[in-house]
């Protein structure tokens, strides 16, 4: 560094709040003075040109003279908040040895590990200890022993007790989603970060870093290549979206939130502030508002774990808005994520293992569901995902983990996230004489671990169609003036991180409690003699209670009372009655979503094995099919079921066919 610059670091770092700022730090134990870059262009513009050109130079001489000035090792400048930032996509060659910043998402934080910074050698010869500095990137050796009577080229033992080390961690960012255009795959950026800067993020935050461009030669030591990998040293970490966890509230901020929640009002102001732009699903947007604020996991004494997140499966009609209502939700989260299931894989949901480039072992990056942990993940086209990748998922729903055992990798991650996705009848629209669970393509164990489930129907009804198509007609032609949530976006977030921060509501309210139970236990009296079908199991119990605890949690309020009860309560009676109902019967029969198959489908698959049954006996062995549909037609059962179950029990072996026109049971 030119000894004029070295002069005025010099003199900056000798400030006065400097000086201050520098005693705090070291009564803290920190070894990093954050700078902001406004700070160093405000003193010395040629200074502030001096770190963007020549950034190693400028930080090894600062370093040099804060280890100085605070006579402790290790102590660190790291400079902040450049003027503007640098795409991903768009690092050019020019951007080489230049300090610059960047934005994107976290998808990897590899292994801390331990980076020699001075390695201390014994001879074996003479037992001399040798000390070498290690600069640069690889490792260094004495050439010959310090010992002048020595002398002698080695051999040398590493004595890792007096060696002095420093952390060092490597971590992958890759470009934000919302700044690709054009279908555009996300380009990448590997970085390096040290010291006490090591885990500042985590994979799903998005961060800004700022650091220095580098390049190391790619191939092998025998097959050098032309071409160089770009690698960020990074100076420094800001995280711009938080978690709930991490995320800090102004006192101003907490201050207009409290005066809010005397507000008799409130919930009504939050649900009418969920997706403004979007007409109508009153009860739906309840459901999402409930989703957002969640409620408190609880944690047994015997190790298991009972979630508080809510999950909410949304599906029905073409253009009723479902993706956009996902979008939004994974927008004011205060960690959101969208992604598709038509493009997602199980890795690319839960976990993949990949070989981390720079430390040459492998690291597992974090998938959708792991990067929205503590958060909500949007899923669009769920029915999409092929069965294997949506069963990937399946630990997720209920136990909010993921367990992975890939290359040598055996790791439970957390995914305490609340899930919304989106699915699509595969007949197009929603037929209404058919099941949720002959419609949409997905598993009954999936489905079932859904707490509500709403069917969006596109049906014409005059005076609902003339209100939707003015709505949307005056939001094109004056959009700033048709959405005017109650609550703005950024406040509403903030309300959510206050009351995911500060609320656990309680069932204080014994009467609150006494509701559930009653309706719990009176919805199921219908089936206690075995005649209905059964219309609600205890998974739906511990969603009323979910919903209710949610619903104190909306109003900030840290008690659950009879009201959020019967808010829970009706949000759950929605939902059964839209896709619990079975469509041959019209009664309520929880085992449309829970098995896929209703009590009355039950007993007719039960009424033809027991015709097959008999037939056999009368005809020698094998029964034939059309006396089986004459039968089974005789006591209501459609020719076209009994023809289905026939296909599907041989696919399953339990049938088979002896001969044309007749069937048999496998088993006796």
């Not at 201050?20 to 262009?41: T, Y």
């Not at 990056?365 to 503590?374: K, N, Q, T």
């Not at 003339?466 to 976006?489: F, G, N, Q, S």
């Not at 027991?610 to 549909?629: C, D, N, T, W």
Request: hydrophobic content about 40%; proline content about 5%; glycine content about 6%.
């Amino acid at each position: 560094m030119e000894p004029k610059a070295k002069e005025r670091l010099e003199e900056f770092l000798h400030r006065r709040e400097i000086l201050k700022e520098l005693r705090r730090i070291a009564r803290e134990g920190r070894k990093s003075l954050v700078i902001a870059f406004d700070r160093i262009l405000e003193f010395d513009m040629e200074l502030a040109k001096s770190l963007l050109d020549n950034p190693v130079d400028f930080l090894d001489t600062a370093d040099e003279i804060l280890g100085g000035i605070t006579k402790l090792p290790g102590m660190r400048l790291r400079v902040m908040g450049l003027d503007k930032s640098v795409e991903i996509r768009k690092i050019r060659a020019g951007h080489v040895g230049k300090f610059i910043q960047v934005e994107g998402i976290l998808t990897r934080s590899g292994e801390v590990k331990p980076e020699a910074t001075e390695a201390v050698f014994k001879c074996r010869r003479c037992g001399e200890k040798n000390k070498v500095l290690q600069v640069g990137e690889f490792f260094r050796e004495p050439l010959v022993c310090e010992n002048p009577n020595c002398g002698k080229k080695g051999p040398f033992d590493l004595v890792i007790e007096s060696s002095e080390f420093r952390d060092w961690q490597s971590m992958c960012i890759q470009e934000p989603p919302e700044k690709l255009r054009g279908g555009r795959m996300p380009r990448r950026l590997d970085g390096i970060v040290r010291d006490d800067f090591v885990d500042k993020a985590v994979p799903g935050n998005h961060v800004m870093l700022t650091g220095v461009l580098r390049v190391f030669q790619e191939g092998r030591r025998q097959e050098r290549k032309k071409t160089f990998r770009k690698i960020l040293f990074i100076s420094h970490i800001e995280v711009l979206q938080k978690g709930v966890e991490e995320a800090e509230l102004t006192p101003e901020d907490k201050a207009q939130i409290k005066e809010l929640a005397k507000d008799p009002w409130i919930r009504n102001k939050i649900i009418q502030s969920i997706a403004p732009s979007i007409y109508g699903y009153d009860a739906i947007k309840e459901a999402i508002a409930l989703q957002l604020f969640g409620c408190e996991a609880i944690d047994l004494h015997d190790g298991t774990r009972i979630r508080g997140d809510t999950h909410v499966l949304l599906t029905g009609d073409p253009g009723v808005a479902k993706s956009q209502i996902l979008k939004w939700a994974a927008n004011v989260a205060p960690r959101g994520l969208y992604t598709s299931g038509m493009k997602a894989t199980g890795a690319g949901l839960t976990a993949a293992a990949v070989r981390d480039e720079i430390s040459g072992g492998w690291a597992l990056e974090a998938g959708a569901l792991v990067i929205a942990d503590g958060g909500l993940a949007s899923i669009d086209e769920f029915e999409k995902m092929r069965s294997e990748d949506s069963n990937a998922i399946l630990e997720s729903l209920e136990q909010q983990t993921i367990s992975v055992a890939k290359a040598g990798i055996v790791a439970t991650l957390n995914t305490r996230t609340a899930v919304l996705a989106a699915a699509n009848p595969k007949y197009g629209r929603f037929e209404k004489n058919l099941t949720i669970a002959q419609q949409v393509p997905l598993d009954p164990v999936i489905l079932s671990r859904f707490d509500l489930v709403f069917i969006m129907r596109d049906e014409p009804r005059a005076d609902q169609d003339r209100a939707m198509a003015h709505y949307i007609l005056e939001l094109h032609r004056a959009p700033t003036k048709v959405v005017k949530p109650p609550l703005d976006l950024d406040f509403l977030r903030k309300i959510i991180i206050y009351a995911r921060q500060n609320l656990d509501p309680k069932f204080d309210d014994k009467e609150a409690m006494k509701t559930i139970e009653d309706f719990f236990v009176d919805w199921r009296r219908v089936a206690e003699r075995g005649e209905a079908p059964l219309p609600i199991t205890v998974r739906q119990l511990e969603a009323i209670v979910r919903l209710a605890k949610a619903n104190a949690r909306m109003r900030l309020s840290d008690r659950a009372t009879v009201e959020d009860a019967n808010r829970a309560i009706n949000l759950i009676k929605r939902s059964l009655q839209e896709a619990g109902i079975d469509t041959e019967t019209g009664k309520l029969d929880i085992d449309v979503l829970m098995t896929g198959k209703p009590k009355s489908q039950r007993d007719n698959i039960r009424h033809v094995l027991e015709i097959i049954e008999r037939l056999e006996r009368e005809y020698g062995g094998a029964a034939p099919v059309e006396e089986i549909k004459r039968i089974a037609e005789s006591e209501g059962i459609r020719p076209k079921f009994v023809e289905e179950l026939i296909d599907q029990e041989k696919i399953r072996g339990h049938l088979y066919e002896p001969k044309p026109g007749m069937v048999a049971r496998a088993v006796k």
